[in-house]
C-alpha cells in the first residue's frame, strides 16, 4: 500500500523540517497538524521540560509520517496508524517501547493534551512514546487514567456524561482506557 501523490502533495509538508528551535525535532507532519505539534512543543520547551524530550531518539526512530503503515496498536489489520497520515509523533521510543510501562513526563504529556493531542501511553496495549492528532483538547477530559491522569478543576472538568458525543475516528476511552478507532481515514 503507498499514499496516493496527489493525496501526498496536498496533505504533509514537503520535507522534514525542524518543528522548534529549542527542542529540534525535525520531522514531516500532515499541515493540519504541525500548527499545534509546533505549539506544543514551544510550550514543552517554555515550561523547561526539553530535556524531557529524546530529540535524537525522535529524529532516528520517531517523527510524524511513516508511509503507509499498519495500525499497531489497534490490532485491526487492514487499517492504517495516524503515522500513515502524518498525524502522529513518536519521541523517546526506547523507554516507551510499545507494550512497556510508560514512563514519559507527565507535564510533557499534559502538555501535548492541551494542543489537542491524545497520549498512547493510555491505549489498551499502552505505546508511550505516542502523542496523535485529533485536532481537539484532550486536557480537560477527566477519565480514569492509569499512567498521566489529566489534572482538572471541577469547574473545567469533562465527564463522560457531559463530553460531547464524538465521531469516528477518534480515540475512545474504554473502561479507563484508550482505543482507536480507524474505521475511516483522516
Known amino acids: 500500500i503507498s499514499m496516493h501523490p496527489d493525496w501526498i502533495a496536498t496533505n504533509l509538508r514537503p520535507a522534514r523540517e525542524t518543528l522548534n528551535d529549542t527542542i529540534p525535532i525535525r520531522a514531516r ?3 493540519e ?3 499545534d505539534l509546533r505549539a506544543a512543543l514551544a510550550e514543552v520547551a517554555a515550561a523547561g521540560l526539553a530535556g524531557a524530550v529524546d530529540v535524537a531518539n525522535a529524529n532516528s526512530y520517531g517523527g510524524c509520517y511513516a508511509g503507509a503503515r499498519f495500525s499497531r496498536v489497534s490490532g485491526q489489520i487492514g487499517f492504517l496508524s495516524r503515522h500513515s497520515y502524518g498525524m502522529a509523533l513518536d519521541t523517546n521510543t526506547v523507554s516507551n517501547c510499545l507494550g512497556c510501562t510508560p ?5 510533557v504529556v ?3 493534551r492541551k ?3 491524545a497520549w498512547g501511553g493510555n491505549f489498551r496495549t499502552p505505546d508511550g512514546m ?5 485536532g481537539e483538547r484532550r486536557d ?7 499512567y498521566c491522569p489529566n489534572v482538572v478543576a471541577a469547574a473545567d472538568r469533562v465527564t463522560e456524561s457531559s463530553a460531547p458525543t464524538l465521531g469516528i475516528d477518534v480515540l475512545t476511552a474504554v473502561g479507563g482506557e484508550m482505543d482507536h478507532d480507524y474505521h475511516h481515514a483522516p
Do not use: L
Open 29 to 31: 507532519c500532515h499541515v
Open 33 to 35: 497538524v504541525v500548527d
Open 103 to 107: 514512563s514519559m513526563n507527565c507535564d
Open 110 to 112: 499534559r502538555i501535548f
Open 115 to 117: 494542543h489537542g493531542f
Open 130 to 134: 505516542h502523542f496523535e492528532w485529533v
Open 140 to 146: 480537560q477530559i477527566d477519565f480514569p487514567s492509569t
